[in-house]
């Protein structure tokens, strides 16, 4: 049985998710404790290693996770088997479309993912019962909309430079929030290739520009993944 605990509120909320990192940024800052306690005896936490995958295209969707650390790659295939990949999923989003029928992209694990898994019948059950959360899933969905349409723009209007500069600053942003006078530390989820793939650049094109931005300052770069920007200002200055 979960073991429960008094918070602030004097709601009974498990100690599992008294512990998450996740839990207030996320869709569950919107339960109270007795909901809570309820969805965790549903829940489970899972970790995925890099290159596993988590939802398939056209598959039906029978659970839902909270993204507790990690990145997710979210992909399309074409028929003739081309990949693009259209978006990357940071804590605390969720994965996967509350009261749609299947996926419409691929998922996969693109670092090392710790997920809480919440079966589909539970969530979706307590949206129903519960306005705060239903109205915090909305916001998360309009949040990424919105996101989708700016990566549109990086896409579409900005050059090479700008576009690998507006990636970095997006994966510093979301793996190590912090002050633009800190610095951010944090390993490159995805490959050269995925990253091209990403921006609609050449693998060549890329890594001339993450060096370019290494011999300019802007990043520190060791083991070839492990990224340092000492001054996200000046990071986000050249994202155009």
């Given at each position: 049985?979960?073991?429960?605990?008094?918070?602030?509120?004097?709601?009974?909320?498990?100690?599992?998710?008294?512990?998450?990192?996740?839990?207030?940024?996320?869709?569950?800052?919107?339960?109270?404790?007795?909901?809570?306690?309820?969805?965790?005896?549903?829940?489970?936490?899972?970790?995925?290693?890099?290159?596993?995958?988590?939802?398939?295209?056209?598959?039906?969707?029978?659970?839902?996770?909270?993204?507790?650390?990690?990145?997710?790659?979210?992909?399309?295939?074409?028929?003739?088997g081309r990949q693009q990949v259209v978006g990357l999923q940071?804590?605390?989003?969720?994965?996967?479309?509350?009261?749609?029928?299947?996926?419409?992209?691929?998922?996969?694990?693109?670092?090392?993912?710790?997920?809480?898994?919440?079966?589909?019948?539970?969530?979706?059950?307590?949206?129903?019962?519960?306005?705060?959360?239903?109205?915090?899933?909305?916001?998360?969905?309009?949040?990424?909309?919105?996101?989708?349409?700016?990566?549109?723009?990086?896409?579409?209007?900005?050059?090479?430079?700008?576009?690998?500069?507006?990636?970095?600053?997006?994966?510093?942003?979301?793996?190590?929030?912090?002050?633009?006078?800190?610095?951010?530390?944090?390993?490159?989820?995805?490959?050269?290739?995925?990253?091209?793939?990403?921006?609609?650049?050449?693998?060549?094109?890329?890594?001339?520009?993450?060096?370019?931005?290494?011999?300019?300052g802007v990043i520190e770069i060791v083991n070839y993944r492990?990224?340092?920007?000492?001054?996200?200002?000046?990071?986000?200055?050249?994202?155009?």
């Amino acid at each position: 049985m979960q073991t429960v605990r008094k918070d602030i509120h004097n709601s009974e909320v498990p100690v599992l998710c008294q512990s998450c990192e996740a839990r207030h940024q996320g869709i569950c800052g919107a339960l109270n404790g007795e909901q809570l306690l309820a969805l965790s005896k549903a829940t489970r936490r899972v970790r995925r290693e890099p290159g596993e995958e988590l939802i398939a295209d056209a598959m039906p969707i029978n659970a839902f996770s909270n993204v507790l650390r990690g990145v997710v790659k979210l992909t399309k295939v074409l028929e003739d088997g081309r990949q693009q990949v259209v978006g990357l999923q940071f804590a605390p989003d969720l994965l996967g479309r509350p009261f749609a029928a299947e996926s419409r992209v691929t998922a996969e694990a693109a670092s090392a993912v710790d997920l809480c898994v919440i079966p589909r019948p539970a969530l979706e059950s307590l949206m129903k019962d519960s306005a705060p959360l239903e109205h915090r899933v909305m916001m998360q969905a309009l949040r990424e909309l919105d996101e989708a349409r700016d990566w549109m723009v990086t896409l579409g209007r900005k050059n090479a430079a700008e576009k690998v500069a507006s990636f970095l600053f997006m994966i510093a942003s979301h793996i190590d929030p912090t002050d633009e006078t800190v610095a951010s530390k944090f390993d490159l989820p995805l490959s050269r290739a995925d990253i091209a793939d990403f921006l609609g650049l050449t693998i060549e094109t890329v890594s001339r520009q993450i060096s370019k931005l290494k011999a300019d300052g802007v990043i520190e770069i060791v083991n070839y993944r492990h990224i340092t920007v000492p001054d996200l200002a000046r990071l986000r200055v050249l994202c155009g």
